[in-house]
């Protein structure tokens, strides 16, 4: 729970970038524009659809784009956190600050889909090391 909580405190200090490119057509859909009609883009649908619908629920703030950015990384941390829950403690914190460091090396404090997609890393990883292809299918799509 504590490196969650370094964690957030991490991200609070670091800016966020908000891609136009994923914010615009997110946008544009919460206010009712439908994708691939109106609104032409080159991403997959995922993250500006779930960012639609935070725009939907909580207005278009930058709070919100700010709380998005935030969140992905989190659950990506919390499934690192998981995945070493039996490690010895002094490696648990080895690997979540390796984790958090590289991840915020590499820009993870976007609004991008690849932020989002980092999340459903490991439990795609598992699944597959488990041979539930089916499961691991669904998380990719």
């Known amino acids: ?6 964690h ?15 914010v615009t057509p997110a946008y544009l859909w919460s206010r009712g524009m439908l994708l691939y009609r109106d ?3 080159q991403h997959g649908p ?3 659809g779930t960012l639609a619908l935070a725009f939907l629920a909580f ?6 784009i700010r709380a998005y950015s935030i969140v ?21 914190i080895l690997g979540s ?3 958090v460091v590289q991840f915020y090396s590499m820009e993870g404090n976007a609004v991008w889909p690849t932020v989002v997609m980092s999340a459903w890393a490991i439990p795609i990883a598992t699944a597959l090391s488990v041979g539930r292809i089916w499961s691991a ?3 990719i799509g």
């Open 1 to 6: 729970m504590a490196m969650l909580a370094a």
């Open 8 to 22: 957030v405190a991490l991200a609070l200090a670091l800016r966020t970038t908000a891609w136009p490119e994923v």
């Open 39 to 41: 609104i032409k883009f």
């Open 46 to 48: 995922g993250t500006m």
């Open 59 to 64: 207005g278009v703030h930058t709070w919100v």
């Open 72 to 92: 992905w990384p989190l659950i990506a941390h919390f499934f690192v956190l998981r995945q070493t829950r039996l490690l010895p403690v002094s490696r648990q």
């Open 97 to 99: 600050s390796f984790f």
């Open 137 to 139: 299918g669904l998380l």
